[in-house]
């Protein structure tokens, strides 16, 4: 009964989550894609609203993220898959189906080779790292789809072409760059210090509140994130805290 409702209360609060960021996101696409105008809005609140949306961005693919892991909506598959599938979607024309088993792969092979996020042959440099990243997750159908919605978007919709490239496009790219180098690159480039286990992966030394604002606490708790998949982003400090209470490190 009490894991029933450990799961629940972790739905409820997940989903919820989920719920906030992918309104959020979607009232600043809409708005910024067929209402903002330079001349009404001025430069400065565009920057605001970009800088938002790649935050909200970065949160679409880490709530599609925890789907992939049950993290989302324990006990409910179907849940997960559905939510993940249209965060990715929203975030830039991801393949949920595409991307679970290559996130699956990370996780069981994390920093070698066979490992689909990291960069065998250049463990330390982010540049050919992030080229590799950027192939891995960007494929001719999320181009497709990204297109067709463009179309429609100017052609059915008449909204702006440049508009569109501010507000989802710059969002997207600059949320894959903090994605990988908050959320990927850091915690598994190698370092002159070891890494703790097999899991190939640690902590970033970073504020809880840097940590959110970040990569939603994949950079400051990934080495948490690797010892227990199951455990929410937002569950990653409470994990932590646990841990050093029980006297592990």
């Not at 629940?8 to 989903?15: E, K, P, S």
């Not at 965060?87 to 290559?102: D, T, V, W």
């Not at 899991?199 to 606490?217: E, G, I, K, Q, V």
Request: proline share 4%; with cysteine; charged share 10%.
């Amino acid at each position: 009964m009490e894991l029933q409702q450990t799961r629940a209360r972790q739905r409820l609060v997940g989903l919820s989550i989920a719920a906030l960021v992918i309104g959020a996101w979607v009232i600043i696409h809409l708005f910024g894609i067929f209402a903002w105008g330079a001349s009404e809005h001025g430069w400065a609140f565009a920057l605001v609203l970009v800088a938002v949306q790649t935050w909200l961005s970065t949160g679409l693919f880490i709530i599609a993220h925890d789907a992939m892991h049950g993290a989302l909506a324990p006990g409910r598959p179907d849940w997960n898959r559905r939510v993940g599938t249209l965060c990715l979607m929203l975030y830039a024309g991801l393949s949920y189906r595409q991307l679970l088993p290559k996130h699956g792969a990370h996780h069981r092979h994390a920093g070698t080779a066979e490992d689909p996020d990291f960069h065998a042959a250049n463990p330390r440099r982010a540049l050919p790292w992030f080229g590799r990243f950027f192939a891995t997750y960007y494929t001719h159908g999320q181009i497709i789809r990204i297109s067709a919605a463009m179309l429609v978007y100017t052609l059915v919709l008449g909204a702006s072409y440049w508009n569109i490239l501010l507000f989802w496009a710059l969002p997207a790219l600059l949320a894959l760059a903090q994605l990988f180098y908050f959320g990927t690159y850091l915690p598994h480039r190698h370092h002159r210090d070891e890494f703790a286990d097999n899991h190939r992966a640690r902590s970033l030394a970073l504020s809880p509140a840097a940590s959110l604002f970040t990569c939603f606490h994949f950079g400051g708790y990934h080495h948490e994130h690797h010892l227990s998949p199951g455990t929410a982003w937002w569950q990653l400090p409470g994990f932590r805290r646990s841990r050093q209470a029980s006297g592990q490190s």
